[in-house]
């Protein structure tokens, strides 16, 4: 598909939204199902019927969606926010960027769990690298996380409204550290884990070379500005 005019994006940017949901709720029933048997196999072959109709037209695997802005990096498909995205728990985020500071709401369903009824370390990990990043590309500090540390301190409950806080605290040239708390919407005060990055700008000549294959300008994402 080429490029779309800012209202034919609006409108397919809602059409994506809903198909998002639609298969979000679909991937929820798919991972608590306990139907019999033969409804799995009907269900199997209407999902590949699905399939099928998406695939009609398919962008290359580097290529960014028609729905995304390369200018501010807003992604409709991100596996943390990403109206579009199945597998997002979704995550709403709303930046600060006076304050270096972004704030995430989120409550993590079924298909991410880890332990039963907890969410998996590894989308703590992924929740909290992306506040980390997005405070400091909101201040002006795009950068690629190089360095991520977790601490874990409670057990993070699946279907319990949570609030993600990333802070950028200092920037050195092409570094930036930020640090991040996940709590529960109704106890804020008490850190269930937290997290501390070191992002990285990339220079200039090597973000057009590591992005080169998507055939856009991605510098929202990576460079400082
Ligand atoms: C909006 C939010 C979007 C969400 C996105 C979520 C963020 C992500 O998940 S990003 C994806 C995961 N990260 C990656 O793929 C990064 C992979 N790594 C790399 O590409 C490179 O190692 C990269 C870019 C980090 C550094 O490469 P490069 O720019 O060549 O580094 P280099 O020039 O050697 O170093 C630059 C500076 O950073 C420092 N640095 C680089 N890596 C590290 C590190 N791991 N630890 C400490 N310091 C480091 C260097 O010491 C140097 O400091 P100084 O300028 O003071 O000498």
């Not at 609006?10 to 033969?38: F, H, I, K, Q, S």
């Not at 009609?56 to 290529?63: G, K, S, T």
């Not at 980390?132 to 795009?142: E, V």
């Amino acid at each position: 598909m080429g490029e779309l005019t800012p209202g034919e994006r609006e409108v397919r940017r809602g059409a994506v939204g809903e198909l998002g949901e639609a298969l979000r709720d679909l991937v929820d029933a798919a991972v608590r199902t306990e139907v019999p048997l033969d409804r799995l196999t009907e269900a199997t072959g209407a999902a590949r019927e699905l399939t099928a109709l998406l695939s009609a037209d398919l962008r290359e695997v580097h290529e960014i969606a028609s729905v995304d802005d390369p200018e501010t990096g807003e992604r409709w498909y991100s596996p943390v926010y990403g109206p579009g995205s199945p597998v997002a728990p979704p995550m709403v985020v709303e930046d600060f960027p006076d304050e270096g500071r972004c704030v995430g709401r989120v409550t993590v369903p079924k298909k991410l769990e880890g332990p039963p009824g907890l969410v998996h370390g590894g989308v703590v990990a992924t929740l909290l690298d992306h506040v980390l990043a997005r405070s400091a590309r909101g201040a002006g500090h795009g950068g690629l996380t190089a360095t991520l540390t977790v601490t874990y301190r409670r057990p993070v409950h699946l279907g319990v409204p949570l609030v993600v806080i990333g802070q950028l605290v200092s920037v050195e040239g092409r570094r930036a550290t930020a640090t991040a708390r996940l709590v529960a919407a109704d106890d804020p005060d008490t850190t269930l884990a937290e997290g501390e990055a070191l992002l990285v700008a990339l220079r200039a000549e090597r973000a057009s070379e590591v992005f080169a294959r998507t055939g856009r300008d991605v510098g929202a994402w990576t460079s400082r500005s």
